[in-house]
């Protein structure tokens, strides 16, 4: 009888010890594999882990924006697997129901969710550091002061007044903690990898550098948005470097008065002291008037073998251009489009 009583005693105590072994193994896993993150509705957010943060920085953003459901379970789990000495800054997708293990793991892998941006029609460094900052991590001045670090930019081949040169228009990927020198370091490839054998053995043949096609290319960018016309216009510019007649581009001047709502170039604006004044200046500006797309470098590369030294806008406003090869056909097209200016009362 007591040995049965005994038995049953060690029965009682083992399905006890089995119990507690099973809630503890039921709380461990809830603590790293139940759902521990509430987007409120939203099926992913993001989080931006700033360069040089610590993993209590980390903490404070994760639970100012209240997702995290329990904290002590996933400073538990983070802690076991060591993630408060593997920060690491960037920008994290965070997924509805995910785990403490799934976050973690995310976390302190440094596998980032990278950004993407887009940027063309863009006039001057101010602007493009502006853009950028709206997506990276650096703000605008730091960028900035890239664009104009003479050291950086000569290992590049590029000053400050030519490095806009060196952007690609595209849609680009990079990590949001992409630093100003790495973003150069990447722009720089990229530039490499758009001058193809092809495109420098037709830069060659402009009698153009690659810069200054890129240069080239920013004036036909700017004055028309006819895709046709533009390698004709290129043809015209290139005609007049040959002939060493000033370009007396009208987009060179509205970029040397720094106003881009003027629609018609006066006289007045002939007259600014400015390298970019092509009126007043030989050959080509010192650097681009914006990021010209690749359509325009394109149409520059393969320019239109014409005779025209002039162009003028067509009077019916369609954004179309008239040639001529002298100056009294110039004259008569000039004289058509500006009676149309009048006529719709743009006079500046």
């Not at 170039?265 to 009126?279: F, G, R």
Request: charged residues 25%.
């Amino acid at each position: 009888m007591a040995k049965k009583k005994q038995y049953r005693l060690i029965i009682t105590i083992l399905l006890i010890l089995l119990a507690i072994g099973i809630i503890g193994v039921y709380i461990v896993y809830n603590f790293i594999y139940k759902t521990n993150v509430d987007l409120k509705g939203k099926n992913h957010s993001y989080l931006y882990i700033r360069t040089g943060a610590g993993y209590d920085e980390v903490l404070d953003s994760l639970y100012s924006h209240n997702i995290i459901i329990n904290h002590l379970s996933f400073e538990q789990v983070a802690k076991k697997k060591h993630y408060p000495s593997m920060v690491h800054a960037g920008r994290y997708i965070i997924t509805a129901g995910m785990s403490n293990n799934q976050l973690v793991n995310e976390l302190r892998s440094g596998n980032q969710d990278p950004v993407k941006f887009t940027f063309n029609n863009v006039r001057k460094k101010e602007e493009l550091a502006g853009k950028l900052a709206g997506k990276l991590e650096p703000d605008s001045i730091n960028i900035l002061k890239a664009f104009n670090n003479e050291t950086l930019l000569e290992k590049y081949g590029f000053n400050r007044e030519n490095i806009m040169a060196m952007f690609i228009p595209n849609t680009y990927e990079m990590n949001w903690n992409t630093s100003p020198a790495e973003f150069m370091a990447r722009m720089a490839k990229e530039y490499k990898a758009f001058w193809s054998d092809d495109r420098k053995s037709k830069a060659k043949a402009t009698g153009l550098s690659q810069t200054q096609v890129m240069i080239l290319a920013s004036i036909v960018e700017k004055e028309t948005q006819y895709e046709s016309d533009r390698p004709i216009i290129a043809g015209v510019y290139l005609n007049r470097l040959k002939k060493d007649m000033p370009l007396e581009a009208d987009p060179t001047l509205v970029w040397a008065a720094n106003d881009f709502t003027i629609k018609r170039v006066l006289n007045a604006q002939k007259q600014i002291e400015s390298p970019y004044n092509t009126y007043k200046h030989k050959g080509l500006p010192p650097g681009p008037i914006d990021i010209p797309s690749v359509v325009s470098i394109d149409a520059v590369l393969n320019y239109d073998k014409n005779d025209y030294l002039y162009f003028c806008a067509k009077p019916d406003l369609s954004g179309a251009s008239n040639f001529a090869k002298n100056m009294t056909d110039h004259l008569a097209n000039a004289r058509k489009y500006q009676q149309a200016l009048n006529k719709l009362k743009i006079y500046k």
